[in-house]
């Protein structure tokens, strides 16, 4: 059964949040995030002492009459930043779980769509194997980015996923110039941390998002069963296994799924990297109006 998030009232309920940024950001002229350094708009700011070689226009003469001494206008900064989104088109990711791949999808529509509503520029790459995919460019402006979401329901879906690999592949991620966002379940034996420390490494802010499967964080399998690895290309795969699924199967389980949710919450805490994990059975709205809230990825 097909299932999709992306109409006009999911995309109208976003319309007053926005992206925010942790650090400085030294990206594009012309966006709407306000910087720390000084600039052109006419917001004030603050005001300093008159050194040669400053622009004259900017002396504020009022100050000059009551003080007699020369001082500066200076004005706020803003930048455009470029938004980044990397999604997992694994097998993993919805081959069997249609609802997993919509709300992914969908998540990462809403975050694209916050991107250019607020005049940021936008990349979907798609990761595929070990090269990630942008078959749209850089989006700037709402019509393109219905466009491309247009085509996004319709993605297919590959046997695996090297994050690392689709990272550093891609031509252009920037440097200090905006967030981003890796979409995935992050079920792979690739060294997907390689990726987030090469992403810090240019001062990129990153945000991890984790989309789980309800069957996925609390298995509901009793007796033998036959276990096939969305991933594996094939039924005789040794991924594929008949197996009997015990009470101590399960406790085991879910202590391993608890460490591996603890390695990747502590990885990113130890990095500054944003991480949120989420259950898709949970209303996507949670996820942006409070989780992405919490992390300070959002205004």
């Not at 002492?49 to 003080?67: A, T």
């Not at 609390?218 to 594996?232: F, I, K, N, Q, T």
Request: charge should be negative; aromatic fraction near 12%; charged fraction near 25%.
């Amino acid at each position: 059964m097909k299932v999709s998030y992306l109409d006009d009232a999911f995309f109208s309920r976003l319309e007053t949040l926005a992206l925010n940024l942790r650090s400085n950001l030294a990206g594009y002229f012309g966006g709407k995030h306000f910087v720390k350094t000084y600039g052109q708009t006419v917001e004030f700011s603050d005001y300093r002492e008159y050194q040669l070689g400053d622009d004259i226009r900017r002396i504020d003469w009022n100050l000059f009459s009551r003080f007699e001494k020369y001082f500066l206008k200076l004005f706020t900064d803003e930048r455009q930043m470029q938004v980044q989104i990397f999604l997992d088109c694994s097998a993993s990711m919805g081959r069997f779980e249609p609802k997993k791949k919509a709300y992914s999808m969908a998540t990462a529509a809403a975050i694209g769509f916050l991107a250019v509503h607020n005049m940021d520029k936008l990349t979907l790459n798609f990761m595929r194997g070990t090269r990630s995919e942008n078959p749209f460019g850089t989006i700037v402006g709402k019509t393109s980015f219905f466009r491309a979401i247009g085509e996004l329901e319709n993605l297919p879906l590959v046997d695996d996923v090297d994050i690392n690999e689709c990272v550093a592949s891609c031509p252009d991620t920037g440097q200090n110039n905006g967030v981003t966002v890796i979409i995935s379940d992050f079920m792979t034996d690739s060294n997907w941390k390689k990726a987030v420390d090469y992403l810090n490494y240019k001062h990129r802010q990153v945000l991890l998002i984790q989309i789980l499967s309800p069957e996925e964080i609390d298995p509901s399998y009793d007796g033998r069963v036959h276990l096939v690895d969305s991933e594996a290309p094939d039924l005789m795969d040794e991924r594929n296994m008949k197996i009997k699924i015990t009470k101590a199967a399960l406790a085991a389980y879910q202590e391993a799924f608890g460490d591996f949710l603890k390695d990747i919450s502590d990885f990113c805490r130890k990095r500054d990297v944003g991480f949120i994990s989420v259950n898709c059975d949970t209303r996507i709205e949670r996820v942006l109006f409070s989780e992405m809230l919490k992390e300070g990825i959002m205004s």
